[in-house]
């Protein structure tokens, strides 16, 4: 039987010996346009079984996070949500979870900062929708200037 030339993930096993840091050794070569991408966004998703990590090659110091929460939302929200971020290059988005709590739970990841004209049209289409949720959040991640190499 021939084995299967299937790769989807690639996994390697380290010494836990310090849980407070853990080093990757992760070449970006093999993505498309490599050198054309300055910079990483780094999503970490943590739970108390898990850690999931993913990477994203982007062009900017800075893009926008979009949190949402809430218990009892309309359900003509989510349509208006995605109506939304349709206009918008999306990077990363996390689907809509369900905490212990109940709660729903939303998070989307756009490759927009807050100086460009676009996101002031961001935020007026997500004032409009700020009484269907609990909490809307926009944040601002940045480039962390302590890791770049001078």
């Not at 990077?91 to 979870?97: P, Q």
């Not at 756009?110 to 961001?122: A, D, G, V, Y």
Request: aromatic letters at 8%; a positive charge.
């Amino acid at each position: 039987m021939k084995p299967i030339k299937c790769l989807l993930t690639e996994a390697n096993i380290q010494n836990n010996s310090d849980p407070t840091k853990i080093s990757f050794n992760i070449s970006t070569s093999k993505l498309k346009g490599s050198r054309e991408w300055p910079y990483l966004l780094i999503i970490k998703s943590t739970t108390e079984h898990f850690i999931k990590i993913t990477l994203y090659p982007i062009k900017k110091e800075k893009i926008l996070k979009i949190s949402l929460s809430g218990v009892n939302m309309p359900d003509d929200a989510f349509l208006y949500i995605s109506k939304t971020f349709k206009n918008y290059d999306i990077i990363h988005t996390s689907g809509l979870c369900i905490d212990t709590e109940n709660q729903l739970l939303y998070e989307c990841y756009l490759n927009l900062n807050l100086s460009e004209k676009r996101s002031e049209l961001l935020k007026n289409s997500l004032n409009k929708i700020r009484n269907m949720f609990k909490d809307v959040m926009i944040e601002e991640i940045v480039l962390n200037k302590s890791e770049v190499k001078k």
